[in-house]
């Protein structure tokens, strides 16, 4: 019996190798039906992991979906952005607004987590986009602080460590971090303290 994750995986790995298929769970993002959006946002977010540059031309249309009122939609998508920031920073920019509603949406911790990954990979690619995402990085950080899925966002920020900063949010966010490093325990620490080791490199 196939489960929903191989229907996922068997819809997506068609849309990837036909181009009508792809348009129809592109346009089913802003259909009617509940369902059919969360269904094709989780295609679109595995087509983003296994082949982003389908996905470029149809940018507009897959941020317009953070504007729908169900939380597996917006993390779907928000999922699929952030694989397809290397291949178009430029536009993805257009979903900080959504992003940073994901970010502090008080239902949905998934949603919150998948946020937190799209500005921290956002944020990672030049230190002018580091500095425009850091405020909400770090009000993240200190929000969710030992929430289910802090460990989760800490590895966001990780990668948002290893990337491009600005001297003053390097700075800043090795401050945050700090105490953590110092007297966490256990996955905390080593987190914190891998994020102080990125940005002393």
């Not at 993805?92 to 949603?111: H, I, M, N, Q, R």
């Amino acid at each position: 019996m196939s489960t929903r994750s191989d229907d996922v995986k068997e819809a997506a790995a068609s849309a990837i190798k036909n181009k009508k298929n792809l348009e129809k769970h592109v346009a089913d993002l802003s259909g009617s039906s509940r369902r059919e959006r969360q269904s094709s946002a989780a295609v679109i977010a595995v087509v983003a992991k296994e082949s982003p540059d389908k996905l470029v031309p149809h940018l507009a249309d897959i941020m317009d979906a953070l504007n729908r009122p169900e939380a597996q939609t917006r993390w779907e998508v928000l999922d699929a952005l952030t694989e397809l920031v290397p291949l178009d920073a430029r536009t993805c920019e257009k979903a900080l607004v959504g992003a940073e509603t994901a970010l502090f949406d008080e239902d949905s911790g998934p949603l919150r987590l998948a946020a937190m990954r799209f500005l921290c990979t956002f944020g990672a690619t030049t230190e002018n986009r580091s500095e425009k995402v850091w405020p909400l990085i770090d009000e993240g950080i200190q929000c969710y602080h030992g929430d289910l899925e802090f460990h989760d966002m800490l590895g966001g920020v990780i990668s948002f460590s290893a990337g491009k900063l600005s001297p003053t949010v390097k700075e800043e966010l090795a401050a945050r971090m700090k105490f953590d490093a110092d007297n966490g325990k256990g996955q905390l620490k080593k987190l914190a303290t891998q994020i102080e080791d990125n940005l002393a490199k």
